[in-house]
């Protein structure tokens, strides 16, 4: 049972690089969230998703893009990293809002830019 | 103001302690209530989960919402080095909305054996 797996765990950029970060649940889940984690600003949205094939904005979603195509999997996008973006990232996965049920994270993904 | 405050603390209390967390938070949307503890370099995992006002308990966790003071509470008896983590509030609302959660910044607890 391994609930929210996110890949890789880490990653060192350098700025104007791009990458995707993984994230895949297999407890059928119909929301995903991204977050990232920085010292003193506690945990903020990026973006989410509420089904497959839908996304949308969160708190912080600039230089960020998301895609679902598949019910299990988020992925989340960097196409020009800048130093800014060094932080900790979760994914997160819930059932749908209607059985109001709480959020699962995976371990994050470092991912440094320099 | 900040829709939820946390103290960050740290916190340094000796095993066996009665250890006390506490949120505020300025929205009276906000219907459920959560606990997450976070160890170093893992994910937050729910500890806690409540909805309203009262007392939810779980061995030796005990969690409370006073909704018309606006405070939430985590209690943690006979704490242990394994306690040691940050722990994170968050709360949400009711209904279609309540994807978002709003977390406090978290309190980092150190219990010494």
């Known amino acids: 049972n391994a609930g929210v797996t996110q890949t890789p765990k880490f990653r060192v950029l350098k700025t104007g690089q791009s990458m995707t970060l993984l994230c895949a649940q297999d407890m059928n889940h119909e929301y995903m969230y991204w977050y990232r984690q920085d010292p003193g600003m506690g945990l903020r949205l990026i973006h989410y998703s509420v089904g497959e094939g839908t996304t949308a904005k969160g708190e912080v979603p600039d230089g960020y893009n998301v895609s679902r195509l598949k019910k299990q999997n988020f992925l989340l996008g960097l196409e020009s990293a800048a130093p800014s973006q060094t932080s900790v990232y979760f994914c997160?996965?819930?059932?749908?809002?209607?059985?109001?049920?709480?959020?699962?994270f995976g371990d994050g993904t470092r991912l440094s830019i320099l | 103001q900040k829709e939820v405050e946390q103290d960050p603390g740290p916190l340094s209390v000796p095993e066996g302690a009665i250890v006390s967390l506490n949120c505020t938070y300025s929205?009276?949307?906000?219907?459920?209530f959560m606990w997450y503890r976070q160890y170093s370099r893992k994910g937050p995992e729910l500890l806690m989960y409540t909805y309203s006002s009262g007392n939810k308990e779980d061995g030796r966790f005990t969690a409370q919402v006073d909704k018309s003071s606006k405070y939430i509470s985590l209690f943690i008896r006979d704490s242990q080095p394994s306690d040691s983590a940050t722990y994170l509030c968050?709360?949400?609302?009711?209904?279609?909305?309540?994807?978002?959660?709003?977390f406090g910044k978290g309190t980092l607890l150190t219990v010494n054996p």
């Open positions: 929205n009276s949307a906000f219907q459920y």
């Open positions: 997160a996965s819930s059932y749908s809002s209607t059985r109001n049920q709480p959020q699962h």
């Open positions: 968050a709360m949400t609302f009711s209904g279609g909305s309540n994807y978002k959660l709003t």
